[in-house]
């Protein structure tokens, strides 16, 4: 195969199995030796673009949204972290944690692209929100979490402060939900074909392989 691979990661800052599938097929990536062949792009995807500024306790929105029960919850809290764990990914689930509105992180993700710094602030928030139990909502965590990466101040705050930058996460969220991608994450291979869902490092591998005989 010529030229690159392109991976269009579909996903929210607050998806677990967002930074789990990751990863995983990062791992893939390293097994085969491709890190200078493939190009990744991280693609929005709000799971809860209707999120109030206050957003709503962890637990509950789960129980609400999915129906689960606290057991569940508990359980599924236990599998992601030792999901997490088995690739270096340490869950710090508390009880107080909550569910976020993700617009602003993804409008400044677009921004990040564009400078090459974006899968830089995707683990950065990732990390900040599982990790460090911060509002990725508020302004002044997004702003603090992307000068850390390198990112100009007076550009983020240009970039919040003008509504293109939301009118563009909606039409590629849009985008997207029209091609038929309703879950995280969603991986697209070389704008062909996908994978929702954490998969295991073997699938990614076995997908990059017929990607590269291709």
């Known amino acids: 195969m010529d030229g690159k691979i392109k991976l269009d990661i579909i996903s929210d800052v607050v998806c677990p199995w967002c930074i789990i599938g ?3 097929l990062m791992a893939a990536i390293e097994e085969l ?30 129980m609400r949204k999915y129906g689960s029960t606290e057991q569940d919850s ?14 270096g990914f340490d869950f ?20 990040a ?6 899968t830089e602030l995707k683990l950065r928030l990732f990390s900040a929100y599982f990790q460090e139990q911060k509002d990725v909502s508020k302004r002044e965590i997004l702003i603090a979490e992307a000068v850390a990466v390198g990112l100009d101040k007076a550009e983020i705050d240009a970039q919040l402060d003008h509504p293109q ?15 038929g991608v309703s879950g995280v994450p969603t991986v697209i291979f070389n704008r062909t ?5 954490a998969h295991p490092q073997d699938t990614y591998k076995q997908v990059l392989q017929e990607l590269l005989q291709a």
């Open 113 to 118: 692209h564009s400078v090459g710094k974006q």
């Open 92 to 111: 710090a689930f508390t009880d107080d944690m909550k569910m976020v509105n993700t617009l602003d992180a993804h409008v400044l993700l677009g921004y």
């Open 193 to 197: 074909s996908g994978l929702t869902g």
């Open 74 to 87: 508990a359980q599924a809290r236990i599998t992601i972290a030792e999901k997490g764990a088995a690739y």
């Open 33 to 62: 030796g491709l890190q200078d062949v493939v190009e990744i792009e991280w693609q929005p995807f709000e799971l809860n673009p209707d999120m109030p500024s206050e957003g709503e306790n962890l637990r509950d929105h789960i």
């Open 22 to 24: 990751y990863n995983h």
């Open 165 to 179: 930058g939301r009118e563009t996460v909606r039409a590629l969220e849009s985008q997207w939900h029209q091609m």
